[in-house]
Nanobody
Framework: QVQLVESGGGLVQAGGSLSLSCAAS????????MGWYRQAPGKQRELVAR???????NYADSVKGRFTITRDNAKNTVYLQMNSLKPDDTAVYYC???????????????WGQGTQVTVSS
């Protein structure tokens, strides 16, 4: 069974930094895109950043220049380095990956359990 396990997050003051990581495991054959989404209270889940297997990235305009997404394909892990954090970045952050499982023809979208990031002013 595929699992995405997130770590990192927590409470930080505005202007500070945090790092998130997400490791995928469980019968994985290959992983295509990986990414981070976030959901603030009362708002819809939104894309923060995505990274393709080959390394190309895209970011939400609100985090460009402040956040950096990277991945380690050998470890099936994606990272999000968040700098110059703002109170508006406060949300639950979710890891996402499109994964092909061994012995299964079709890939599927998988999500982590979410990790809270709180930025105080």
């Amino acid at each position: 069974q595929v699992q995405l396990v997130e770590s990192g997050g927590g409470l930080v003051q505005a202007g500070g930094s945090l790092s998130l990581s997400c490791a995928a495991s469980g019968g994985i054959f290959a992983i295509n895109d990986m990414g981070w989404y976030r959901q603030a209270p009362g708002k819809q889940r939104e894309l923060v950043a995505r990274i393709a297997r080959g390394g190309s990235t895209n970011y939400a305009d609100s985090v460009k220049g402040r956040f950096t997404i990277t991945r380690d394909n050998a470890k099936n892990t994606v990272y999000l380095q968040m700098n110059s954090l703002k109170p508006d970045d406060t949300a639950v952050y979710y890891c996402n990956a499109f994964i092909f499982r061994r012995f299964v023809d079709e890939g599927g979208d998988y999500w982590g359990q979410g990790t809270q990031v709180t930025v105080s002013s």
